[in-house]
């Protein structure tokens, strides 16, 4: 009964469009969209009726097709929903693949007032291919027209409206292109279609990435279709990665021997699922077997997602295979592989390390709503002298740039992408906009331009770099078409961090500079460099990378320490919550703990439990199945860390208190009128949420110690430390009323 009601909706839906066509009535839509989302949704449409019928399904986006379209995203879907339902319905084996190809892009001149500006058009041709029953040729020249199907007997059998085809080729006629096909009996059929759309200027840089350490690694595909071979050999060569293909277990095995004795092994396996006179399962085990010396990571490939019988691979990639999933996929079993990798190493932390000399001075807004985060930044820019403020959230960073009375004193925003009440996108997008109605950045700037062309338009306006979880592929596009300018993964490696800062304040510097050219003379705030505390041996803490650790918050042992003890105390349930959280079906929120959690065990180098939260985010997203079992990985990750910090001991409580006392024996007597003007100091840093506060109240700790407010000065140090401003001032203001003190004369 369903399924009828189905079929009785579908034939409405299509008359219903064709009827709204043939009056004229069809209207296209002009809004942005993304190809690759278009394809992605195909994918997601026929995957499982493409892995029932055991039919290989590929979906193709050349290179250089432009990915930020304007058109109608809806209408084009429903154009390759109909020729690839009609592909999958007559074809019982083989495979069907859709491509698309760019065939021109030309320039357009566009209207300043239209809503969405696209300086580019694109024509491109899709094509959907696939080996089923073929079409006679006598047929094809009706195919198009209203009611028809190939022969009668075709409604019968397969069942459809004819309508299809002939509101595709409408369709296609309103997006300025033309449909046509190609087939032989028994062979297939290839039904090609044209379109134009409007298309934005490709952002420098936006393609995936994986991290540096993993270009050049050796990739073997076994897989016997040779069109899907080719589909993910391009796609991991433009990850830069060294492939080789087979098409069976047996010739996997070989390749893997030859490479282990040729001391060329391979760092990771993609692995068919259903190839024909293969046993993956026990091809699986033979590979580990055979690689135990140099163990590298497996990842099946499945049209039908994770099974419960194969538990030696590292991953499940279902087909057909996203370029997004493939992405976030080999960053999750490739982390594990370094991260195990590095846990083996035995590397002291670095000391001594050559410091970007340039960025002493620099001015930087910090838009970070975790307070772990935000330490972690605030110590590798403080530590390069580089001057710091901090927002916690989009709209705070937009009050601070958009309503201060001097928008140019930041040189860059560091962005958060995902933050309450309003996230980096927005927050980015509502700067542009106000840049762009005040005329910002001014007279001056544009005729500091003008004196020097090699800076573009772009470069003086503010520059915002995004912080984003590497692994997810999609968040760094949509952080570049929100109107950043670049990003930085997270974890934040410093020397990434630095020298993506360097890139983009070089054209104002350059403004800046005068005649001479001598960088000496260009007025710099000056802020003192942040001094390293000594590095002692910390013992191993399960999970954690020290040494990476350590080298994000530029060898500050104290301080990584606090930040471990202070994760421990707000995180250590956190892992609970997403279980109830999903006991509930709330998966959204579960997504964001999960993306939480992975990005705070992430700078702080906790790899394992950062790791595992990232695969079981990735299993959410994808419904891929296995999350209950990673949500208990994670849970054992969590309590080995849990378990490992507490067992650092009171040492640093210790080592505080003596801190204090020394302090407290150095105490002065300083009058109540000579501490106002530090009480003011302060009060006036926190107001403008500068996070160079802290030394200021250590500076001052001496002079307020003893005086009847020892716990609102043990309650402040707390909030600094964590960057709750907001907090900090109200006990600043209790402070001054114990001291007698009026902060407002």
């Given at each position: 009964m369903r399924s009828s009601a189905r079929v009785l909706l579908g034939i409405i839906d299509d008359v219903l469009d064709y009827s709204k066509i043939e009056a004229g009535k069809m209207d296209l839509e002009s809004a942005d969209f993304r190809l690759q989302d278009v394809a992605d949704s195909l994918s997601d449409m026929f995957s499982a009726r493409a892995a029932e019928r055991k039919i290989e399904m590929i979906i193709f986006v050349a290179d250089d097709v432009p990915q930020a379209?304007?058109?109608?995203?809806?209408?084009?879907?429903?154009?390759?929903?109909?020729?690839?339902?009609?592909?999958?319905?007559?074809?019982?084996?083989?495979?069907?693949?859709?491509?698309?190809?760019?065939?021109?892009?030309y320039k357009v001149r566009v209207s300043p007032n239209a809503e969405n500006l696209a300086s580019s058009v694109a024509r491109l041709r899709f094509s959907v291919r696939d080996t089923g029953i073929g079409i006679p040729h006598e047929h094809i020249p009706n195919l198009f027209t209203s009611f028809t199907q190939a022969d009668g007997s075709t409604t019968r059998q397969y069942g459809g409206t004819g309508l299809g085809l002939t509101i595709s080729k409408r369709l296609v006629e309103l997006m300025g292109g033309e449909i046509w096909v190609e087939s032989d009996i028994g062979m297939g059929s290839t039904f090609y279609f044209t379109a134009e759309f409007g298309c934005h200027p490709e952002v420098a840089g936006s393609q995936m990435e994986l991290p540096v350490e993993c270009c050049g690694m050796r990739v073997l595909?076994?897989?016997?279709?040779?069109?899907?071979?080719?589909?993910?050999?391009?796609?991991?060569?433009?990850?830069?990665?060294?492939?080789?293909?087979?098409?069976?277990?047996?010739?996997?095995?070989?390749?893997?021997?030859?490479?282990?004795?040729?001391?060329?092994?391979?760092?990771?396996?993609?692995?068919?699922?259903?190839?024909?006179?293969?046993?993956?399962?026990?091809?699986?085990?033979?590979?580990?077997?055979?690689?135990?010396?140099?163990?590298?990571?497996?990842?099946?490939?499945?049209?039908?997602?994770?099974?419960?019988d194969i538990r030696e691979v590292d991953a499940f990639l279902i087909k057909p295979v996203k370029p997004v999933a493939l992405f976030d996929t080999l960053m999750a079993v490739l982390s594990k592989k370094n991260n195990s990798m590095s846990e083996k190493r035995d590397v002291k932390p670095e000391r001594g390390r050559s410091e970007p000399e340039n960025l002493r001075g620099v001015r930087v807004l910090l838009v970070e709503d975790n307070p772990i985060n935000r330490q972690v930044a605030w110590e590798m820019l403080d530590s390069v002298g580089v001057s710091v403020t901090t927002a916690e959230n989009g709209r705070e960073a937009f009050e601070i740039i958009c309503k201060g009375t001097s928008p140019d004193i930041y040189d860059v925003v560091l962005m958060d992408v995902q933050m309450p009440e309003m996230d980096g996108y927005e927050a980015t997008k509502a700067i542009r906009n106000w840049e762009l109605k005040t005329g910002y950045p001014g007279t001056e700037a544009v005729s500091s331009r003008n004196a020097h062309p090699q800076i573009s338009d772009q470069d003086i306006h503010?520059?915002?770099?995004?912080?984003?979880?590497?692994?997810?592929?999609?968040?760094?596009?949509?952080?570049?078409?929100?109107?950043?300018?670049?990003?930085?993964?997270?974890?934040?490696?410093?020397?990434?961090?630095?020298?993506?800062?360097?890139?983009?304040?070089?054209?104002?510097?350059?403004?800046?500079?005068?005649?001479?050219?001598?960088?000496?003379?260009?007025?710099?705030?000056?802020?003192?460099?942040?001094?390293?505390?000594?590095?002692?041996?910390?013992?191993d803490i399960p999970g954690v990378d020290t040494e990476a650790g350590l080298r994000r918050l530029r060898g500050n042992e104290r301080l990584f320490i606090s930040l471990l003890k202070d994760f421990a105390n707000n995180y250590g349930e956190t892992v609970d919550d997403i279980r109830d959280a999903l006991a509930c079906g709330e998966k959204e929120n579960a997504l964001s703990l999960v993306h939480t959690l992975k990005g705070v065990a992430g700078n702080l180098s906790a790899t394992k439990l950062q790791v595992t939260a990232q695969e079981l985010e990735i299993a959410l997203k994808t419904d891929a199945g296995n999350s209950d079992e990673t949500l208990r990985e994670l849970e054992i990750a969590m309590e080995e860390l849990l378990e490992g910090v507490n067992s650092i001991g009171d040492g640093l409580g210790q080592e505080a208190e003596t801190s204090d006392e020394t302090v407290s024996e150095k105490a002065s007597s300083l009058s109540v009128s000579e501490i106002r003007p530090l009480l003011t100091e302060i009060a006036d840093l926190l107001?403008?949420?500068?996070?160079?506060?802290?030394?200021?109240?250590?500076?001052?700790?001496?002079?307020?110690?003893?005086?009847?407010?020892?716990?609102?000065?043990?309650?402040?140090e707390t909030q600094i430390d964590v960057f709750n401003f907001k907090g900090a001032k109200e006990t600043l203001e209790k402070i001054a009323d114990i001291l007698g003190i009026s902060l407002n004369e």
């Open positions: 379209l304007v058109g109608d995203s809806l209408r084009l879907g429903q154009i390759l929903i109909n020729l690839a339902g009609n592909a999958i319905k007559f074809t019982s084996k083989g495979e069907i693949v859709v491509k698309v190809e760019r065939i021109t892009t595909v076994a897989d016997d279709n040779q069109t899907f071979q080719k589909f993910l050999k391009n796609l991991l060569e433009n990850l830069h990665f060294t492939v080789s293909l087979t098409d069976s277990g047996d010739q996997a095995l070989k390749k893997l021997s030859t490479g282990i004795r040729n001391r060329q092994p391979y760092d990771l396996v993609l692995l068919d699922r259903n190839m024909p006179g293969t046993d993956s399962i026990e091809t699986v085990k033979a590979i580990r077997d055979q690689t135990s010396e140099a163990p590298l990571s497996i990842v099946m490939m499945s049209g039908f997602g994770p099974e419960e503010i520059p915002i770099i995004a912080m984003t979880a590497h692994a997810m592929g999609g968040d760094r596009e949509k952080s570049l078409a929100a109107g950043m300018n670049d990003y930085v993964p997270k974890p934040i490696d410093p020397d990434l961090l630095f020298m993506c800062i360097e890139k983009w304040i070089k054209p104002k510097v350059q403004a800046l500079l005068p005649e001479n050219g001598n960088p000496s003379e260009v007025e710099r705030p000056k802020t003192k460099k942040a001094e390293s505390l000594p590095v002692s041996e910390m013992h107001a403008k949420h500068r996070v160079e506060v802290g030394s200021h109240l250590k500076s001052a700790k001496k002079h307020l110690m003893h005086r009847n407010a020892d716990d609102e000065l043990r309650k402040i």
